[in-house]
């Protein structure tokens, strides 16, 4: 599964804060929760390998903005210097103000 190829690559970031889907309650900042938005097959009448294009949001949190870019492109660089096939798509800035925490939402195509 691309998944768990994604949390393999993002082992390192964030001290090992990496969930699916969502953290746990308290967790220790920062973190990153990574995401599928959509999976599809790339479908061949040929008998070629088949290849599926799926997007995975992945959500960079901490306590100052300035801390979640950094994160951000700590993310970057360990999904490039992996076997990951991928584009990046987009990069939106937010901040979750119940929790008081700065996010920066990186949006991947991944074809594996």
């Known amino acids: 599964m ?3 190829d994604l949390f393999a690559a993002l082992a390192g970031v964030a001290g090992g804060r ?3 889907n969502v953290a746990p309650n308290n967790v ?5 929760v990574y995401a599928r938005v ?3 097959p790339e479908n061949t009448l040929a008998d070629g390998a088949p290849v599926e294009n799926t997007r ?3 959500d960079c949190f901490d306590t100052t903005y300035a801390a979640a870019l950094a994160l951000a492109e700590t993310v970057k660089a360990a999904i490039k210097s992996s076997a ?3 584009v990046l798509l987009l990069e939106q800035d ?7 925490l700065h996010r920066v939402i990186l949006d991947f ?4």
């Open 2 to 4: 691309i998944q768990q």
């Open 18 to 20: 990496v969930f699916p």
């Open 28 to 32: 220790q900042k920062p973190y990153v």
């Open 38 to 40: 959509s999976s599809a």
């Open 56 to 58: 995975l949001q992945v």
């Open 84 to 86: 990951i096939t991928h």
């Open 94 to 100: 937010q901040f979750e103000p119940e929790a008081l």
């Open 109 to 112: 195509s991944i074809w594996h």
